[in-house]
């Protein structure tokens, strides 16, 4: 029943997470809601894409589709602890994602060495 909140591919460290977006390989998403970002900022690099829009947001054949975004490239997305990341991970997946890793919350991002940007 709750089978999309598995992660089925291993889990990619933060620290490998943070050098691929900063070699441009990886895609980071923040999923997080307005009112976080704007409390803590956001990792440097990342898109803004609220968990409650991440279904059109990252869905090619919506109008709304972030062309940023590619099914083709890896995909990192983190929120506040890494249980919504989770979801979203299930959702990507079921769009059509294949490289897709939750790298869990903003702090997990800070302590492994990322830098945050203020929104």
Request: glycine share 12%.
């Amino acid at each position: 029943m709750f089978g999309f909140l598995r992660q089925s591919a291993p889990a990619l460290p933060i620290a490998d997470a943070i050098q691929q977006v900063a070699n441009g390989d990886m895609i980071l998403i923040d999923i997080r809601d307005h009112g976080e970002l704007a409390y803590s900022g956001k990792a440097k690099g990342a898109l803004h894409i609220p968990m409650m829009r991440l279904a059109d947001r990252a869905d090619p054949r919506h109008p709304d589709f972030n062309k940023a975004l590619s099914p083709d490239k890896a995909i990192g997305l983190y929120c506040a602890s890494g249980a919504r990341s989770q979801m979203a991970c299930g959702l990507m997946k079921c769009l059509g994602y294949q490289n897709v890793h939750n790298i869990g919350g903003l702090g997990h991002w800070i302590a492994a060495g990322g830098t945050v940007e203020k929104a």
